[in-house]
């Protein structure tokens, strides 16, 4: 059955489906069901669901413990009513709290990563960015604990991270980003990664998801990097000369500055062969971005090299990558439960 969220070819115009935020709202609880109540049945004078649904609401919000939920609750309460019971009012802080010290973590989890996977699909993402990020004031200096760092996975239209998984203490973001590729159902996606996520076996995974990828090419791939800087900084003095070269530009100005972002896609086989390329699954383009950054006192000019499964489109890869920045200045995310 077709759910607005099939995989597009290379050809066909991308499109966002019309959805009704309130079905999506009121529907919500009906993910949660499977959550068993740890309540006994006198002590039950206000539903599971309700609780559930006030919460999570509550800290996309920005609620931060348990007596901003509270107030989140009575604060919305008139439209809460609209599709919660509500049968004794809003829950106070302390029946928040007992209530989440007693689920289980693992029931809640599978719960909410099934209610995320439903706004992918209604919501038509096409642009998924996947960054770490370290949790600063997360570490306890008595338990020794170190800071707890994060891998998720964002959608900058929508503004909602759709997946989010820790890092062992043990592993790192390179058998992290794996893990939380499978996750979610991301056929169809463009999947951004900075350089540490630069890897063959997840462009392979990728790949295999039936999604493509934009990857950040930097000095930890040193040969390769260094073979396509070498290639666009003779080809752009030589004007790209017989290359079949995209290319677009977008100047943006605001907060007393002016950027200027030059995208430059080549196909890959307008270039000599390049280091491994045949390990690099769906590898089709590469990718140049010139930042050009004028302030009232100084510019600043930075370069930066891709890699992706994507045809040469410079409007199309740039607006990717566009996207992908939005992830480091838009997730601040807050569980209300341990992560596994």
Not at 202 to 221: C, F, P, T
Not at 278 to 299: E, H, P
Request: aromatic share 10%.
């Amino acid at each position: 059955m077709p759910t607005g969220f099939e995989k597009k070819s290379k050809t066909e115009t991308s499109f966002t489906p019309c959805v009704d935020s309130f079905d999506i709202i009121s529907k919500f609880q009906e993910y949660f069901t499977e959550v068993k109540d740890p309540r006994v049945e006198r002590t039950r004078w206000h539903l599971l669901t309700d609780i559930i649904t006030i919460s999570i609401l509550a800290v996309i919000a920005g609620a931060q413990g348990w007596e901003d939920i509270e107030e989140y609750g009575l604060n919305k309460k008139e439209w809460l009513e609209t599709f919660l019971e509500l049968p004794e009012g809003i829950p106070s802080p302390d029946t928040f709290r007992r209530v989440f010290e007693k689920i289980s973590p693992k029931e809640f989890e599978q719960c909410f990563r099934q209610w995320v996977q439903s706004l992918v699909e209604k919501l038509g993402v096409e642009v998924v960015a996947i960054d770490g990020k370290n949790h600063r004031g997360s570490y306890d200096r008595s338990s020794q604990l170190k800071a707890l760092h994060t891998v998720s996975a964002w959608s900058n239209e929508h503004r909602l991270v759709l997946g989010q998984t820790k890092v062992s203490d043990k592993s790192n973001e390179i058998t992290a980003i794996p893990a939380l590729l499978e996750m979610l159902d991301l056929s169809g996606c463009i999947i951004t990664i900075d350089a540490m996520g630069t890897q063959k076996s997840i462009a392979k995974k990728i790949i295999e998801a039936e999604a493509d990828y934009v990857l950040s090419l930097k000095d930890n791939h040193p040969t390769l990097h260094q073979q396509v800087k070498n290639w666009f900084e003779t080809s752009l003095s030589l004007g790209f000369k017989d290359i079949d070269v995209n290319i677009s530009q977008r100047v943006e100005k605001g907060h007393h500055r002016i950027e200027n972002r030059k995208v430059y896609t080549v196909p890959v086989s307008h270039l000599p062969a390049l280091y491994e390329q045949d390990d690099w699954a769906g590898l089709t383009t590469v990718i140049m971005v010139i930042r050009s950054i004028q302030y009232w006192n100084k510019t600043t000019l930075e370069v930066q090299f891709y890699i992706t499964s994507l045809t040469s489109d410079a409007n199309k890869i740039g607006s990717a990558i566009r996207q992908h920045w939005g992830i480091e200045n838009s997730v601040h995310w807050t569980c209300l439960c341990h992560f596994s």
